[in-house]
């Protein structure tokens, strides 16, 4: 089982790269799913997650307005579309899977790589 992020790069202020999770097995479609990032010299932190449906989200405050996450069930992948990029969201951004739609990190069983977002000032 794997989850595979990409998208990440380095992105002027005010960008808007588009993350992508792709999970190896069908079986993600019934899966919520999560982004959380991890700036240098800091913990893990929530992002965005939705439900199975993509019927029902979470936001971090730091986020709210300026992300958006959405799922393709046919295709099994998740995206978070990042507006209006700031200095502060450089980070490794991760993809998880969890049983419940959740801002919870313990909560997420199965994790992807990361991918490296750097935002120029």
């Known amino acids: 089982v794997q989850l595979q992020a990409s998208g990440g790069g380095l992105v002027q202020t005010g960008g808007s790269p588009r993350l992508s999770c792709a999970a190896s097995e069908r079986t993600f479609s019934a899966y919520g799913w999560g982004w959380f990032r991890q700036a240098p010299g800091k913990e893990r932190e929530f992002v965005a997650a939705?439900?199975?449906?993509?019927?029902?989200?979470l936001y971090a405050n730091s986020v709210k307005g300026r992300f958006t996450i959405s799922r393709d069930t046919a295709k099994n992948t998740v995206a978070l579309q990042m507006n209006s990029l700031r200095p502060e969201d450089t980070a490794v951004y991760y993809c998880?899977?969890?049983?419940?739609?959740?801002?919870?990190?313990?909560?997420?069983?199965?994790w992807g790589q990361g991918t490296l977002v750097t935002v120029s000032s």
């Open positions: 939705i439900d199975w449906s993509g019927g029902n989200t």
């Open positions: 998880a899977a969890s049983v419940v739609v959740t801002a919870t990190a313990h909560e997420y069983n199965y």
